[in-house]
């Protein structure tokens, strides 16, 4: 079954750039890949977008309202229902904590894709920071059913990338290809600025590619740097970005969007942060070694780039560093674990039934499980099989599987009852759907039906200590320490819950 319908209100101009609706472009991708269909509302929409967005099979419905305003919000909201939209996705600094209420007042679920915390409050059923330097407390002020997507595990990235997951990249010892990219607008003219510095470079067999963004203005003023006797080629609005990465052994790149992209393709980069949101976002990567921060708009010189370009060239073991923690960062499957989350906010539970059987198994067998479980060694079918029939005989034995609003199989909950009113609780969640705080939600639902259906009035979880993403997931569900314990001769976290 499809994914339904998204509504997404992103801009793009010289202002502001391209980048909002790009990485709302990968997810509509996204979406569209997981049987959806997606829509975008822009605000004075540039010629750009609609040929861009319209080569996405996404239609652009205009807003007549000054962007971020309460008229904006309300026209949005309208657009969605004739739309039947069972998402609005809203990414742009213009979008204040008002606009989110008025979405979730008029009854439609949200995303809010956000950089840095720029809200006074959040109530949209999910918040996404991409960024390596997200954080929760910059989100303390926010509903209790907002959830948090935090991190690059989330990077938005557009569809042409997801045949480069598993490309790995050849550090060349003698490295000579540059690729530039200044973001969509460049407003400040930095594309021009980076072809003065590869002007000035002494580098053997020097080749660059510069690409120039849709909504750049200053194509003619770049068409003479480029023909200064370098073999530099300008190249605009270009839908192989991958490929050109791919080609390229440095990057001289604005701190925005791109930089998830070079991450995935293990590019290293000097990044230049043309905009304040882009700041924490070139100093985190500086600082986990993927790319070297150049600065500011106001402190990046040509002569500043050339003098950082040329040793990162010629040093072969500073790149094949800056690749390998790039490709340890981002995975490329972020797109994809956002896709996910919105379709998983509904969660059903079931009894397990005899055809659930070999899917157990599967989910038991998987490396990450059976890591974290107290036996470690894998499981043949032939044990599962018998373990699953004798299970399902037994009454103080309950296995749930939990299911999204289209019946597909998100994870597993399990309840060993015991005498005196205990049980002993195990959840797992299918590898493809962690991270995104399912785990949590499986104890809670799963918990309200236990009480309901049973006289249990105690709950026991046991987890290896190392296991700090499993100890947390029952500590949001409502568990408490209570010590140390032992299973199977290994040592355990023991939590408790006790109904109220």
Same mark, same amino acid.
């Given at each position: 079954?499809?994914?339904?319908?998204?509504?997404?209100?992103?801009?793009?101009?010289?202002?502001?750039?391209?980048?909002?609706?790009?990485?709302?472009?990968?997810?509509?991708?996204?979406?569209?890949?997981?049987?959806?269909?997606?829509?975008?509302?822009?605000?004075?929409?540039?010629?750009?977008?609609?040929?861009?967005?319209?080569?996405?099979?996404?239609?652009?419905?205009? =807003?007549?309202?000054?962007?971020?305003?309460?008229?904006?919000?309300?026209?949005?909201?309208?657009?969605?229902?004739?739309?039947?939209?069972?998402?609005? +996705?809203?990414?742009?600094?213009?979008?204040? #904590?008002?606009?989110?209420?008025?979405?979730?007042?008029?009854?439609?679920?949200?995303?809010?894709?956000?950089?840095?915390?720029?809200?006074?409050?959040?109530?949209?059923?999910?918040?996404?920071?991409?960024?390596?330097?997200?954080?929760? #407390?910059?989100?303390?002020?926010?509903?209790?059913?907002?959830?948090?997507?935090?991190?690059?595990?989330?990077?938005?990235?557009?569809?042409?990338?997801?045949?480069?997951?598993?490309?790995?990249?050849?550090?060349?010892?003698?490295?000579?290809?540059?690729?530039?990219?200044?973001?969509?607008?460049?407003?400040?003219?930095?594309?021009?600025?980076?072809?003065?510095?590869?002007?000035?470079?002494?580098?053997?067999?020097?080749?660059?590619?510069?690409?120039?963004?849709?909504?750049?203005?200053?194509?003619?003023?770049?068409?003479?740097?480029?023909?200064?006797?370098?073999?530099?080629?300008?190249?605009?609005?270009?839908?192989?970005?991958?490929?050109?990465?791919?080609?390229?052994?440095?990057? +001289?790149?604005?701190?925005?969007?791109?930089?998830?992209?070079?991450?995935?393709?293990?590019? !290293?980069?000097?990044?230049?942060?043309?905009?304040?949101?882009?700041?924490?976002?070139?100093?985190?990567?500086?600082?986990?070694?993927?790319?070297?921060?150049?600065?500011?708009?106001?402190?990046?010189?040509?002569?500043?780039?050339?003098?950082?370009?040329? !040793?990162?060239?010629?040093?072969?073991?500073?790149?094949?560093?800056?690749?390998?923690?790039?490709?340890?960062?981002?995975?490329?499957?972020?797109?994809?674990?956002?896709?996910?989350?919105?379709?998983?906010?509904?969660?059903?539970?079931?009894?397990?039934?005899?055809?659930?059987?070999?899917?157990?198994?599967?989910?038991?067998?998987?490396?990450?499980?059976?890591?974290?479980?107290?036996?470690?060694?894998? =499981?043949?079918?032939?044990?599962?099989?018998?373990?699953?029939?004798?299970?399902?005989?037994?009454?103080?034995?309950?296995?749930?599987?939990?299911?999204?609003?289209?019946?597909?199989?998100?994870?597993?909950?399990?309840?060993?009852?015991?005498?005196?009113?205990?049980?002993? =609780?195990?959840?797992?969640?299918?590898?493809?759907?962690?991270?995104?705080?399912?785990?949590?939600?499986?104890?809670?639902?799963?918990?309200?039906?236990?009480?309901?259906?049973?006289?249990? +009035?105690?709950?026991?979880?046991?987890?290896?200590?190392?296991?700090?993403?499993?100890?947390?997931?029952?500590?949001?569900?409502?568990?408490?320490?209570?010590?140390?314990?032992?299973?199977?001769?290994?040592?355990?976290?023991?939590? =408790?819950?006790? #109904?109220?």
């Amino acid at each position: 079954m499809g994914k339904g319908r998204l509504l997404i209100r992103a801009d793009a101009n010289v202002a502001m750039g391209t980048g909002h609706v790009m990485r709302c472009l990968a997810l509509a991708q996204a979406w569209q890949d997981a049987g959806g269909n997606a829509t975008f509302a822009m605000a004075q929409p540039s010629a750009w977008a609609g040929e861009r967005l319209s080569r996405e099979s996404t239609e652009v419905l205009e =807003i007549s309202g000054s962007a971020g305003s309460e008229e904006d919000a309300e026209q949005t909201a309208v657009l969605a229902g004739e739309n039947a939209a069972d998402w609005i +996705v809203v990414d742009g600094y213009q979008f204040a #904590a008002n606009y989110q209420r008025t979405l979730k007042a008029a009854g439609f679920k949200t995303l809010f894709l956000d950089d840095y915390g720029h809200c006074e409050s959040y109530c949209a059923d999910f918040v996404l920071n991409q960024n390596a330097s997200a954080d929760e #407390a910059a989100y303390r002020n926010r509903e209790a059913h907002t959830r948090l997507l935090l991190g690059p595990q989330y990077c938005l990235l557009r569809r042409e990338f997801n045949a480069w997951r598993e490309w790995r990249r050849e550090i060349a010892p003698a490295a000579h290809r540059v690729l530039v990219t200044m973001g969509g607008a460049d407003p400040e003219n930095f594309t021009g600025r980076a072809l003065q510095a590869l002007n000035s470079m002494a580098v053997n067999e020097l080749e660059a590619v510069v690409v120039v963004g849709g909504s750049n203005m200053h194509s003619a003023a770049l068409q003479p740097l480029a023909g200064a006797g370098k073999r530099i080629t300008l190249r605009r609005d270009v839908l192989n970005m991958a490929e050109l990465m791919a080609w390229a052994d440095l990057a +001289v790149s604005a701190a925005g969007t791109t930089c998830w992209e070079m991450c995935l393709m293990g590019l !290293p980069a000097l990044l230049i942060d043309l905009a304040a949101n882009q700041t924490a976002v070139a100093r985190e990567l500086d600082r986990r070694g993927c790319a070297i921060r150049l600065g500011s708009s106001i402190d990046v010189s040509s002569e500043k780039i050339m003098e950082r370009a040329e !040793p990162l060239l010629k040093s072969v073991g500073d790149r094949q560093a800056m690749s390998r923690r790039c490709r340890e960062l981002v995975d490329g499957k972020g797109a994809a674990r956002v896709v996910s989350a919105l379709s998983n906010t509904s969660l059903h539970l079931r009894p397990a039934q005899e055809e659930d059987a070999r899917l157990l198994w599967e989910w038991a067998n998987d490396p990450q499980v059976r890591a974290a479980s107290f036996s470690s060694a894998p =499981i043949p079918w032939s044990t599962h099989a018998a373990w699953f029939a004798e299970r399902r005989r037994e009454n103080h034995l309950r296995i749930w599987i939990a299911e999204d609003d289209w019946g597909t199989p998100v994870g597993q909950i399990r309840f060993d009852q015991h005498a005196g009113g205990d049980a002993e =609780i195990d959840i797992s969640v299918a590898r493809e759907l962690r991270g995104q705080g399912l785990g949590v939600e499986l104890i809670r639902q799963a918990m309200q039906s236990l009480w309901s259906a049973t006289s249990c +009035v105690r709950l026991h979880a046991f987890v290896k200590p190392e296991n700090v993403v499993s100890v947390k997931a029952f500590e949001k569900g409502g568990f408490r320490r209570v010590g140390m314990g032992e299973v199977q001769g290994n040592e355990a976290v023991h939590l =408790i819950y006790e #109904a109220t």
